[in-house]
């Protein structure tokens, strides 16, 4: 068995890896190493062959994945392509977002796209077409917290993402292909259950049929995250087991009425159950590894193999990573055999059945432990309520609410759907509840603490004596006492967030906390990761330069998620502008020896938006940042003309994204910046930075950071000035260059 653990073991760390080891000279070493282990047979040496073996595999599949990456020189050309619509589309605001099979093309591309039709045309599962569009590469916000999105992109084999032109629908195909028959029957489940009661109702109906989760809004997002309950919208193992209990149940009558069907009938009729229901649901990762150990046991069972579960959930392991190696960057892997390996490993040891109550207590005490620290590390959060949410939910999901929604789906009348309907209803009803009470937070911890405290984790986990388990809680302690480092007096510490085509900048000092700008979007998606991680609990200042959405646009939605003391606004037009104050020149204050300067606008300046950009300069006793917004070559003449050398500052954030509307040559020649920070949209059609910005820079000796190449720039102003970016240190293989 350990065999299969160390191939696994090959196949997770090549994952990690920030570049790809030949996979041909893998093979080479272990049929070198082959003699030496025949003859002396070392248990060493054989876990590193099977070890090499995986780490030769999963390097063979990333080569062949990369090799299929689109082109760098066809981004942005209008090209022409033929496919078909797979899986469900997924309707937002601004447009409709949806993946799509190239068939044909004139040149070389990737198979599935991610496509998006802002003018939002319906785009049936299943549906062929041919499409003029717009690819690049795929890219995502780079920060130290939050939505990984070129993680996965990846683990979804997602290429290159792009927008829709002109679309229209070819000639009939002679038929069509096994997947989109099934992703339109998917869509159809999905459209008809989503009509019934409350949309949300709808919404979790639909996820629960066919894993369709694209009509469940944010806000219900958050309250499934607040009480632990996410997994139980998706159709997971918990779901899969369940159909394929009620169908062995089913076939198992049959063979007690008819003595002659075979006695493994039960068994293969619930496997194929679990099978059919997982390919309905688009074979998620949770999914793939219960019907796996399911066949797992299937296979066992026909061959007169006694495997212990331990065995079939290794098994199902392998299985899954030799199919999609690249499932281990998605979380639901980590949830999903972590969590039944945790339950697994509880029952090593133990002599004696409990009863059914205290195994089911048990089970969702070993639950709970094994996610705490899997939550905080990938979420930053771990919800209080959740064993008591968990509790109450899976009975009436799995015993009422699934068996209602899969008869409804087959059911021809709506009186079922109506039924399930009104339980999910109930369903939201405590969940929104339970979300009342906030979860238990923690910034980001160093990984020495994370391996501490797994391995406490696992001490309490294992059926150890009470001397080990206190052991597990000294390795705990330091995870739940760490705080998030602060500067100490008269040092910043600053950080330009990574919000695409915008700008958002984290000042901190010893004890305060001020924003400057929010970016576009929803608070939820970058900002809020970010302020956690960084251990802040509330901001002293919001300060929103001017009433542009990607400056202001996550200002609402930040303000009602958290608390923010003071805000200073550009403008009265900006985003919550009526909660705050102006924000005018000659505003000035200190704290813990750091010195926030308002320059600009004035009480009686006029002009559009960008003209009236609030300009702050916060300095250190050695250092300076200065930071304008959108602020105009006329807001920096007139600043010249009133402040001249006084305005002199090492870090500049250049204005309005490094637009040739700002960042003049003399406003350069006087700030005299050593570093020069761009805040811009990677591929933005704006062109930012302007290639004349950059070659002003460049004469002039500044150093340049962007955050559309180099992700977030962090920066320490003290008696020494230090930068950092995300990007500039470890990244896998797979991430953007």
């Known amino acids: 068995m350990y065999k299969l653990a160390f191939l696994c073991a090959g196949i997770v760390l090549c994952a990690l890896l920030p570049a790809l080891p030949p996979w041909f000279l893998l093979p080479a070493f272990w049929l070198m190493l082959w003699p030496l282990w025949w003859r002396r047979r070392r248990a060493w040496l054989c876990a590193l062959l099977w070890f090499s073996l995986g780490l030769s595999y999963a390097s063979w599949r990333g080569e062949l994945r990369l090799a299929q990456r689109l082109d760098p020189a066809l981004a942005g050309s209008v090209l022409h392509v033929q496919g078909v619509v797979r899986g469900l589309a997924d309707p937002g605001e601004f447009g409709t977002r949806f993946r799509f099979a ?247 040891g133990l002599r004696q059945r409990p009863a059914a109550w205290q195994a089911a207590l048990w089970a969702q005490w070993r639950a709970t432990l094994a996610s705490f620290v899997p939550l905080l590390c990938l979420f930053g959060s771990f919800p209080w309520l959740s064993p008591l949410a968990n509790a109450l939910a899976i009975p009436l999901v799995s015993f009422v609410l699934t068996p209602l929604v899969l008869l409804a789906a087959v059911w021809p009348f709506d009186s079922l759907a109506w039924l399930a309907g009104q339980a999910a209803h109930v369903f939201w009803w405590g969940a929104d509840w339970l979300a009342q009470w906030p979860p238990y937070r923690r910034p980001l911890l160093p990984w020495q603490l994370w391996l501490a405290g797994l391995l406490g984790s696992l001490v309490w986990l294992l059926p150890l004596g009470r001397a080990w388990r206190s052991w597990g809680v000294l390795l705990l302690l330091p995870l739940l006492l760490y705080r998030a480092p602060r500067p100490p007096a008269g040092e910043l510490w600053a950080e330009v967030i990574d919000v695409d085509q915008g700008l958002a900048v984290l000042l901190h000092t010893a004890r305060h906390d001020l924003l400057f700008d929010t970016g576009a979007g929803e608070a939820g998606r970058v900002l809020l990761p970010v302020l956690r991680a960084r251990g802040v609990v509330q901001l002293d200042a919001l300060l929103l330069s001017h009433h542009d959405t990607d400056h202001d646009g996550a200002a609402d939605t930040l303000l009602q998620q958290f608390p923010v003391r003071r805000l200073f606004r550009g403008q009265a037009g900006s985003a919550a502008g009526w909660r705050g104050q102006p924000c005018l020149a000659g505003q000035s204050w200190v704290w813990d020896g750091i010195r926030f300067d308002v320059l600009w606008p004035t009480a009686t300046s006029r002009g559009e938006d960008n003209a ?31 402040y001249g050398t006084a305005l002199r500052s090492q870090v500049l954030v250049l204005g309005h994204h490094g637009s040739r509307t700002a960042s003049g040559a003399d406003w350069l020649a006087v700030l005299q910046p050593q570093h020069a920070i761009v805040s811009a949209g ?21 150093t340049v950071w962007r955050t559309d190449t180099q992700g977030a720039v962090q920066l320490k102003l003290g008696p020494q000035l230090q930068l950092a970016a995300v990007r500039q240190g470890w990244q896998p293989y797979w991430a953007a260059r």
């Open 102 to 348: 190239v068939q044909q093309a004139g040149v070389a591309l990737p198979p599935v796209l991610l496509l998006n039709d802002y003018r939002q045309r319906p785009w049936p599962a299943g549906s062929r077409w041919e499409l003029s569009v717009r690819l690049r590469q795929p890219h995502g916000a780079a920060n130290v917290a939050g939505f990984d999105a070129e993680r996965w992109f990846w683990s979804e084999g997602i290429l290159a993402t792009g927008t829709v032109g002109k679309a229209r629908y070819p000639r009939p195909a002679a038929g069509r292909d096994a997947q989109a028959w099934l992703d339109a029957l998917r869509e159809r489940i999905a459209v008809r259950l989503a009509g019934q009661g409350e949309p949300r109702d709808g919404a979790l109906l639909a996820a629960l049929a066919v894993g369709a989760q694209q009509a469940i809004e944010r806000a219900q997002w958050d309250a499934l995250s607040a009480t632990g309950l996410t997994h139980i919208v998706s159709v997971s193992g918990l779901h899969i087991t369940l159909v394929a209990s009620l169908v062995a149940w089913a076939a198992s009558l049959l063979r007690r009425r008819w003595p002659r069907v075979p006695a493994m009938l039960p068994l293969w009729a619930g496997a194929v159950a679990a099978l059919l229901y997982a390919l309905l649901a688009g074979l998620s990762v949770p999914t793939q590894r219960t019907v796996w150990m399911l066949l797992t046991v299937c296979v066992a069972l026909a061959l007169h193999r006694g495997l212990s579960a331990l065995q079939v959930w290794l098994a199902a392991l392998t299985v899954v990573l030799l199919l999609d190696p690249f499932a281990v960057l998605a979380a639901g892997f980590w949830l999903s055999f972590g969590l039944v390996g945790a339950l697994i490993a509880g029952e090593v």
């Open 682 to 702: 990677y591929q933005n059609r704006y062109r930012h930075p302007h290639a004349e910005v950059l070659s002003r820079l460049h004469t002039g000796g500044v």
């Open 612 to 642: 009236l950009s609030c300009v702050l300069r916060v300095a250190t006793p050695t250092q300076a940042l200065m930071l304008t917004g959108d602020a105009t070559l006329a807001v920096e003449n007139t600043l010249l003309r009133q």
